[in-house]
C-alpha cells in the first residue's frame, strides 16, 4: 500500500511569492492534516480537511488555506510568503480523522524563503 | 488548556543502555495520548497510543509507555537502546477540549552512542 506522497519535497521561493504544496493521502483515507515544523516552534496544525470539507482549523493566518478534492489529494497554499514561513510542511492522512489520533505522515516539503 | 511537556531536548544513551523519555501533560478530562518517531530526512510515524485501556502501552520496536495518571507522565521506554533508535520523538495529547486537535510536545531528540 503506497504511503502518503508530499510534493514537490523541496523548494525555494521568495519573500512576497505564494507557493502550493500537494499531498496524495493513502489510498481509501479521508482525512488530511497539514502541520508546519520549525525548530523554534516545533510541529504546529495548521488545518484538517476530510471529505472536501475543513474540519478543524488552527492558529495561522489568512495567507495559509487548503483544499481538498474529490479523490482525497490536498493542496495548501502560502500567499505573500514571509522569511518566517520557512519550515518543513507535513501533511498526515487518516482513515477516521483526528479523533483517533492515528496519522500517516508524508516525508514533507522543505520550504526556504529568501 | 492542554499541553504536553517534553523534559530535555536531548537524551544522549548507550548502544544497550536503557531509554527513558519523558512526557508530561496538562488536561482536564482523560486525555488520549500518543508516541510518534521521526527518523532524519521522514515524517513522523505512531510508536503507541493510550486510550484509557491498559496503562502500559506496547508499541513498535520495542518500545513502550506507561500512563500514571497520578503524575500526569506518559514516559517512553526500552530496555536496551540500538543505533537505529537514533531519531527525535514526540509525545502528543489529544483531548475532547482541543476539537480532536493533537497538542505536541517539543520533541526529544535521542543519541545513541556506540
Known amino acids: 500500500k503506497a504511503g502518503v506522497t508530499q510534493t514537490p519535497r523541496y523548494l525555494i521561493k521568495t519573500r512576497g511569492q505564494q507557493v502550493t504544496l500537494s499531498c496524495s493521502p493513502i489510498?481509501?483515507?479521508?482525512?488530511v492534516s497539514w502541520y508546519q515544523q520549525t525548530p523554534g516552534q516545533g510541529l504546529q496544525f495548521l488545518f484538517e480537511y476530510f471529505s472536501e470539507t475543513q474540519r478543524n482549523k488552527g492558529n495561522f493566518p489568512g495567507r495559509f488555506s487548503g483544499r481538498q478534492f474529490s479523490n482525497s489529494r490536498s493542496e495548501m497554499n502560502v500567499s505573500t510568503l514571509e522569511l518566517g514561513d520557512s519550515a518543513l510542511y507535513l501533511c498526515?492522512?487518516?482513515?477516521?480523522?483526528?479523533?483517533?489520533?492515528?496519522?500517516?505522515f508524508g516525508e514533507g516539503s522543505r520550504l526556504t524563503v529568501l | 488548556a492542554q499541553s504536553v511537556t517534553q523534559l530535555g531536548s536531548h537524551v544522549s544513551v548507550s548502544e544497550g543502555a536503557l531509554v527513558l523519555l519523558r512526557c508530561n501533560y496538562s488536561?482536564?478530562?482523560?486525555?488520549?495520548l500518543f508516541w510518534y518517531v521521526q527518523y532524519p530526512n521522514q515524517g513522523l510515524q505512531l510508536l503507541l497510543k493510550y486510550t484509557s485501556a491498559a496503562t502500559l502501552v506496547k508499541g513498535i520496536n520495542g518500545f513502550e509507555a506507561e500512563f500514571k495518571k497520578s503524575e500526569t507522565s506518559f514516559h517512553l521506554t526500552k530496555p536496551s537502546a540500538h543505533m537505529s533508535d537514533a531519531a527525535e520523538y514526540f509525545c502528543a495529547v489529544r483531548t475532547m477540549d482541543s476539537n480532536y486537535q493533537l497538542i505536541w510536545g517539543a520533541g526529544t531528540k535521542l543519541i545513541i552512542k556506540p
Open positions: 498526515a492522512s487518516s482513515l477516521e480523522g483526528l479523533v483517533t489520533g492515528e496519522l500517516f
Open positions: 489510498s481509501g483515507h479521508r482525512s
Open positions: 488536561s482536564s478530562v482523560p486525555p488520549y
